[in-house]
């Protein structure tokens, strides 16, 4: 049998006093990092809002941002949209139906779906899609020195990659966001007649019965800082990509993972905002 050498009690103390001051660096070095995180995205949403105002911008390359999102995420949004109003109206029948208001299932879902289903679910997804994808590209810019070659050329990275790409996730998700509410009414209706029988016209009409302008004001505003939160936080995380290979992959899920939680409290944010009106 081994033999265990006891450790003198004057020698423990000092391995025990230790052990809080390592802690308490390990925590002063994860606020260090986090601060300074947070001060290098305060002064990249500053010269990315500097370029945007600026002279010279790149429509071009605007244009072809706003494709490549729309063309990207179209079909994702299409099924997703019809999915959600199928489910929506298939889950919530059989309770109207105990209570004999299945006529304000119509109502119901349209209000459901424009107020808030439709805009969050739109963003979490293009989070996925839209910021992976921007953190992607420009981390493997960064990685294979493309950015830096820009720079010595007298060529501003934040005016021709970010700006356009901010802006166009910011303008295309409103516009994605109205497709998917569309879908998810039609979806609406085919759960309707899965039971039932009710025409398009009359469904329709019993669904925007209830729906007001305050309903669907609030949601579009919201949607545009959506659509900014995703494109700021795709381009800060690709652009501030480490070198090597495996930082491209890091640089795509950080963006997915920190833009889907911003989404989420910028809801929150305009949802208090809005009942406060």
Do not use: H
Not at 103 to 127: D, K, N
Not at 241 to 246: I, L, P, S
Request: hydrophobic share 50%.
């Amino acid at each position: 049998m081994k033999k265990t050498i006891p450790i003198p009690e004057n020698e423990m103390e000092p391995m025990q006093k230790m052990r809080p001051k390592e802690i308490s660096v390990k925590k002063k070095n994860k606020l260090e990092v986090f601060l300074a995180d947070v001060g290098n995205a305060t002064g990249f949403v500053l010269k990315v809002f500097k370029n945007i105002f600026g002279k010279d911008f790149e429509f071009n390359q605007f244009l072809k941002q706003c494709f490549a999102i729309g063309n990207q995420s179209l079909g994702l949004i299409s099924v997703t949209g019809i999915i959600i109003g199928l489910v929506l109206t298939i889950q919530s029948r059989p309770v109207l139906v105990n209570f004999g208001a299945v006529s304000m299932l119509p109502g119901m879902v349209a209000i459901s779906i424009i107020r808030e289903m439709g805009p969050v679910i739109t963003a979490l997804i293009c989070a996925g899609k839209i910021g992976s994808s921007m953190g992607a590209e420009i981390g493997s810019m960064r990685v294979t020195e493309q950015i830096d070659a820009m720079e010595v050329s007298s060529t501003n990275p934040i005016k021709f990659l970010i700006v356009p790409r901010v802006l166009a996730a910011t303008f295309m998700l409103p516009l994605l966001t109205l497709y998917a509410d569309a879908l998810g009414i039609l979806g609406s209706w085919i759960g309707a007649n899965i039971k039932g029988d009710v025409s398009f016209v009359l469904f329709i009409s019993q669904a925007f019965s209830g729906v007001e302008f305050s309903d669907l004001f609030p949601a579009v505003v919201k949607t545009f800082f959506f659509g900014a939160v995703i494109g700021f936080v795709g381009c800060y995380k690709g652009f501030n990509a480490g070198r090597g290979t495996e930082s491209v992959g890091i640089a795509a899920n950080s963006a997915v993972v920190m833009a889907s939680l911003l989404v989420i409290i910028v809801d929150l944010i305009a949802v208090q905002i809005t009942d406060l009106l």
